[in-house]
């Protein structure tokens, strides 16, 4: 299976009531980590960029490092660019190959939005390729994205307009969730998932996936959350298997690095396995 459509994706996960894990990856290795767990557990999943992650690369090499490594691949996977609130980024990653965007131009007025939100639909259409909507912030600063204060939520009706006038194929509510580790266990207003999805019918994306209760996700993902993004545990996860590693090395004075990779590999792998098994997309590969 190549690289597929995020909507067909979501689609399908939306349908059976599973979640497929969004990981924002970082490098090469990561990219080969989350693919092999993929592999392993036989789930598909999506492969999340921020803006930062594509600006350090730069777009080229950065797709080019996807696509080498998805060579061998036999599971769905899809390419989307996290938060981005520059249309020029969209343009360039939708040219070069991504499969979905996330438009987030939650800063503009909702009218504003709206409208620049429907043209991202139609370049990303022509493209091939699926967008991500969001009108509210989500609360924390993910690659110097966002804000740590809390944003204001939109009216039930404005969300739903907006998801219908825009024709978006996936949307991200704020309901209580927040990127970054939680201070306290947020209180999510799961309702809100509920009501958005009996009204348009369309996936929701669940942000600020890491820290939340296996409770959370399930309760989530059985109301429609059929993307769940995930950056922070895997960021930990990669930086602190190396801390332990490098830590041993320097007892030892051994420093080989092949070992370090290995060792930052099987983190990362472990890591999206058991949020693959905790959302239920193992075993969904077509
Ligand atoms: P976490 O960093 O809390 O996992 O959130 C990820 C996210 O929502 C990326 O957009």
């Known amino acids: 299976m190549p690289v597929v459509s995020t909507k067909e994706i ?3 996960a ?5 979640g497929v894990p969004a ?3 970082l490098n090469d290795l990561t ?10 557990e036989q789930a598909p999943v999506i ?3 921020s803006v930062k992650t594509v600006r350090m690369y730069g777009r080229d090499p950065l797709v080019a490092i996807f696509q080498a490594l998805m060579r061998d691949i036999d599971v769905p996977v899809a390419l989307h660019l996290d938060h981005c609130p520059e249309r020029s980024v969209i343009t360039e990653c939708l040219e070069a190959g991504w499969n979905s965007v996330l438009f987030d131009a939650h800063e503009l007025d909702v009218a504003e939005n709206l409208r620049q939100t429907t043209e991202v639909v139609a370049e990303a259409r022509r493209h091939g390729a699926h967008v991500e909507g969001e009108i509210e912030g989500i609360q924390g600063v993910e690659d110097g994205i966002g804000s740590d204060e809390a944003s204001v939520q939109q009216s039930l009706e404005v969300a739903v307009d907006f998801i219908k006038r825009t024709g978006v194929d996936c949307f991200a509510p704020a309901i209580g969730n927040a990127h970054g580790q939680y201070t306290a266990a947020p209180t999510l207003d799961h309702q809100r998932v509920s009501d958005l999805v009996e009204a348009t019918d369309v996936p929701m994306a669940l942000h600020g996936g890491t820290g939340l209760s296996v409770e959370q996700f399930q309760d989530l993902i059985a109301r429609g959350c059929a993307k769940v993004n995930i950056s922070t545990a895997l960021k930990e996860r990669y930086m602190q298997s190396s801390l332990e590693f490098l830590r041993e ?8 690095p092949p070992s370090l990779f290995r060792h930052q590999r099987a983190a990362v792998m472990e890591m999206a396995q058991r949020h693959m098994r905790l959302f239920g997309s193992t075993g969904r590969a077509w």
């Open 14 to 18: 939306f349908d059976a009531r599973y």
């Open 249 to 256: 090395a320097e007892e030892k004075g051994k420093w080989d």
């Open 47 to 49: 492969l999340q960029t």
């Open 31 to 40: 990219i080969e980590a989350v693919l092999a767990a993929a592999v392993e």
């Open 10 to 12: 979501l689609d399908r």
């Open 23 to 25: 990981f924002n990856i």
